[in-house]
């Protein structure tokens, strides 16, 4: 991203800055009032002086420019989040200054109406968010029955929040009183030339299938220390709007005049064979859970990834009913047919057909288990029920 900043003419007691915000331009302004240093030593008292000067400078404009940013474009609460990141970089330079930089952040975050919290302890600046969904990997609080999520957990390594000493900064901030959302529902657009195109084939019943899909490196940036989330969140991640006409018209076309078995049949076996497979402890030394664009544009991906992608294909090609089973090491899909495909899965009085994603020993057909887990008890851990479109 290119990003400039200049002397306004206008206000000579404010600079303007203009950050290239993926396809828009995000424009705002610094008064000179906003400028607060902190270069003392992390205490309550020296935080507190920081959220007083700041909170009394005229930071407005900066605010009512990023929340008209967000309405504007419609971001979710974690595409704000990057924009109030990038912008906080702008003002205080994370690298030069990494105290200055988050207490910009959770001031921001905070005026934008959000119930950010702030803990110190060992010369560590801890950033939480109040967050009520059912997220894991990475630490929280509980504060008066309130979870508060540890929002830059990944800048400190493997730290031990519980066992560590670290202790709550009480500052009183009357808008901060929402709840954080990590669902991402709706991606930003990029700029169609920034995107770059892959090859992906597979064969199909003794036919080649190509694809040239349109893929943004940015998403990768957007996912980095994104948590894992519910699976619900996780499944309904969409594709970016290039990315998604690349490939969506393709698939449908190539499935139009099949059954709707055999067009159910393609999609499992596109996302079995189209990717090579490799564990996350092989490919990122630990878990991550990747979005379908994530898996589309990735080398390698394992089961999570595609189930994902999986639901995704077969939401927005078919818009069937859909299950997905988590055993203790892998996670499958079943779908809801008309007439049930196979050995069923019943759940909660409907009949769903095993629609396996991800290479296994056997080349398992709609309605087959594989045979290690045949045995292994299971929990259906999403339910999709469609709504008309």
Not at 118 to 134: A, H, P, Q, T
Not at 335 to 346: C, E, L, N, P, T
Request: aromatic letters at 16%.
């Amino acid at each position: 991203m290119i990003i400039t900043f200049c002397l306004s003419t206008a206000n000579v007691f404010a600079d303007n800055f203009s950050i290239e915000f993926y396809n828009g331009t995000f424009n705002f302004e610094l008064n000179e009032t906003s400028k607060i240093s902190f270069t003392k030593e992390l205490t309550p008292e020296s935080i507190s002086n920081f959220y007083n000067k700041l909170n009394q400078s005229d930071y407005q404009p900066l605010l009512s420019s990023l929340l008209a940013y967000k309405e504007t474009h419609q971001l979710n609460d974690w595409i704000y989040y990057q924009l109030i990141r990038k912008t906080a970089e702008q003002i205080s330079p994370k690298v030069e200054n990494y105290h200055r930089y988050t207490l910009y952040k959770w001031f921001l975050l905070s005026k934008s109406g959000y119930d950010a919290r702030l803990s110190i302890g060992n010369n560590r600046l801890i950033f939480y968010v109040k967050n009520d969904e059912n997220i894991n990997d990475i630490p929280f609080f509980n504060i008066e029955g309130n979870k508060y999520m540890c929002l830059n957990y990944h800048d400190y390594g493997k730290v031990d929040f519980e066992k560590d000493k670290v202790y709550p900064v009480h500052v009183i901030i009357p808008e901060a009183v929402h709840a954080f959302s990590y669902k991402v529902t709706r991606m930003p657009d990029f700029k169609p030339e920034s995107y770059s195109e892959k090859e992906i084939q597979f064969n199909y019943r003794q036919k080649a299938y190509h694809f040239q899909i349109k893929l943004n490196s940015e998403v990768e940036n957007i996912f980095k220390n994104y948590p894992g989330v519910d699976f619900e969140s996780y499944f309904n991640i969409p594709l970016s709007h290039e990315t998604y006409h690349s490939l969506i018209p393709m698939l449908k076309k190539n499935v139009s005049g099949m059954a709707q078995k055999k067009g159910i049949d393609y999609l499992m076996r596109f996302t079995r064979y189209a990717f090579l497979y490799q564990s996350d402890e092989n490919n990122f030394g630990k878990e991550k859970r990747l979005s379908p664009e994530q898996t589309l544009f990735s080398k390698y991906s394992d089961c999570d990834d595609r189930a994902a992608l999986f639901f995704y294909l077969v939401k927005e090609i078919y818009n069937l009913p859909m299950i997905a089973l988590l055993y203790p090491t892998h996670i499958s899909m079943a779908v809801q047919f008309d007439k049930a495909q196979g050995q069923s899965i019943i759940y909660k009085g409907q009949k769903y057909s095993v629609c396996e994603p991800t290479p296994q020993e056997q080349d398992l057909r709609i309605g087959q288990i594989a045979e290690n887990l045949q045995k292994v008890n299971y929990e259906v851990v999403y339910q999709y029920s469609p709504v008309a479109k």
